[in-house]
């Protein structure tokens, strides 16, 4: 049982726009930033999102996140086939004293 | 370029233990920390921990204190993750992560090792 709730799966057709939610506490979301990956099969995980919001470089300005008390969400615009993944997102957790991520959601493009 | 290497798949029986290396290249080796990430088969991401090869400061997921060891070699710009008693559920493809510092937060995977296959079994 992860510490980060997220939807198992999400799916919508090309060209749309999709959001995964990311659901937490006081203890994680509501006091740390939020970290987003995308993992496309049997590759390793690659950044998204850090501190909530920012784009690392060479990342798409079709990806965005945002926060709000202690949920945060990944936006995908213009949705393309190859965005068919696996979404996770992560942060820190003072009680825990460690990162954690979410349970992991898979888009499907329709 | 920044690159992340990994050693190679292993198999261990259960009881065992396994060391795995993670070789940093392409930038200021001690400005930066490593964390481990693994994932089960079908599984999400598990962090495991991290290390600051600065000072060697480390900080491990309750959930393998007392059973992993993080370690810097300097010299070589490679960290080591050992992990002992190993279990079934042990067996997962384990990754190494840069660390990285914005606004007095942490965040790791701006780069990725390959990760490596653990497998346990007897």
């Known amino acids: 049982q992860s510490v980060l709730t997220q939807p198992p799966s999400v799916s919508e057709a090309p060209r749309q726009r999709v959001t995964i939610s990311c659901s937490g506490s006081s203890s994680n979301i509501g006091s740390n930033a939020v970290n987003w990956y995308q993992q496309l099969p049997g590759k390793a995980p690659k950044l998204l999102i850090y501190y909530d919001n920012l784009l690392p470089s060479g990342v798409s300005a079709r990806f965005s996140g945002s926060k709000s008390g202690t949920s945060a969400s990944l936006a995908i615009s213009g949705l393309q086939s190859e965005d068919e993944a696996d979404y996770y997102c992560a942060t820190w957790d003072d009680s825990l004293n460690g990162r954690v991520f979410g349970g992991g959601t898979k888009l499907t493009v329709l | 370029q920044v690159q992340l290497v990994q050693s190679g798949a292993e198999v261990k029986k259960p009881g065992a233990s396994v060391k795995v290396s993670c070789k940093a290249s392409g930038y200021t080796f001690t400005n930066y920390g490593i964390s481990w990430v693994r994932q089960a088969p079908g599984q999400g991401l598990e962090w495991m921990g991290w290390?600051?090869?600065?000072?060697?400061?480390?900080n491990y997921a309750q959930k393998f204190q007392g059973r992993v060891t993080m370690t810097t070699d300097t010299s070589t710009t490679t960290v080591y993750m050992e992990l002992r008693s190993l279990i079934s559920d042990d067996t997962a493809v384990y990754h190494c992560?840069?660390?990285?510092?914005?606004?007095?937060?942490?965040?790791?995977?701006?780069?990725w090792g390959q990760g490596t296959l653990v497998t346990v079994s007897s």
């Open positions: 992560a840069r660390v990285s510092l914005h606004g007095g937060s942490y965040y790791e995977g701006d780069y």
């Open positions: 290390i600051f090869p600065y000072n060697a400061n480390t």
